[in-house]
């Protein structure tokens, strides 16, 4: 006679917790490992022996490392990550105010560059009220080659 031997009798339930909370905790310690090494590379007020010395001591003795590390410049590391994301925030909004402007100038920055032009001197008043009916007419000096501003059937 075979006796069947079923596999919840030999794992109790509380195996099993205990397994799934061993394999999280594990799984948050590679996490937190990373981003500390992260961290020490992201660090510019560190220097190239600081961040060869806390890199070496986070892979020698990594759990003592890690843990140091995190009560030292933990909370640094925090400012760090959101001045990085603020950093990339910034980077897309410019990318996407360029793109959605079709690298053109609106009016208003045109007619503010023309005042600057006017108040240097490079430009007489005479050329700057044709370059200001041009823009309000929607035909920019930006889109004219050369310096001087023409128009249209004057």
Known sequence: MSAQTYLAYDYPLLSVFWSMLLF????????LLFRV????????NLSGWAKAGWLAFTVLLPFLGVFVYVVARGKNMGR???AQARAQ???FNAYI??????GR???VDELARLSEIRSRGD?????????????LAGHGPAEHSGSTFRTSGR
């Open 80 to 82: 760090r990550e959101a």
């Open 24 to 31: 999280f905790l594990w799984i948050m310690w590679f996490v």
């Open 89 to 91: 925030q910034e980077e």
């Open 37 to 44: 090494v992260v961290d020490i590379f992201r660090d510019d």
């Open 123 to 135: 430009i007489t008043d005479e050329e700057f009220r044709r370059a200001k009916d041009l823009v």
């Open 105 to 107: 100038t609106s009016s």
């Open 97 to 102: 105010r360029q793109t959605a402007s079709g």
